[in-house]
């Protein structure tokens, strides 16, 4: 069975800097893309950054500059850097990723159990 578990979140205040990862285990066949999204209380869940198998990366327009998206292939983790943080990046973080489990032969979406970022103003 595949599970995605993030470590790394917290309270910070503005202007600081967190690292988030989330390794990928179980019978994994391939992995195709890796991202991050985030939720804030009364928003919807938006994708922050996402890096495919190839290593091209996207950003959503509000972190660009101060968040990296990196994937360790070999050990099958994403991490995100965040600095400069806002208060308004304030959220519940999520890993994603795309997925072939050994069992299934066809790509399926995961999801990591979330991540708590708090930043101070």
């Known amino acids: 069975q595949v599970q995605l578990v993030e470590s790394g979140g917290g309270l910070v205040p503005a202007g600081g800097s967190l690292r988030l990862s989330c390794k990928a285990s179980?019978?994994?066949?391939?992995?195709?893309?890796m991202a991050w999204y985030r939720q804030a209380p009364g928003k919807q869940r938006e994708l922050v950054a996402r890096?495919?198998?190839?290593?091209?990366?996207n950003y959503a327009d509000s972190v660009k500059g101060r968040f990296t998206i990196s994937r360790d292939g070999a050990r099958d983790t994403v991490y995100l850097q965040m600095n400069s943080l806002k208060p308004e990046d304030t959220a519940v973080y999520y890993c994603s990723a795309s997925i072939r489990a050994s069992e299934l032969g066809y790509f399926q979406d995961y999801w990591g159990q979330g991540s708590q970022v708090t930043v101070s103003s």
């Open positions: 890096v495919v198998s190839g290593g091209d990366t």
């Open positions: 179980g019978s994994i066949t391939s992995i195709d893309f």
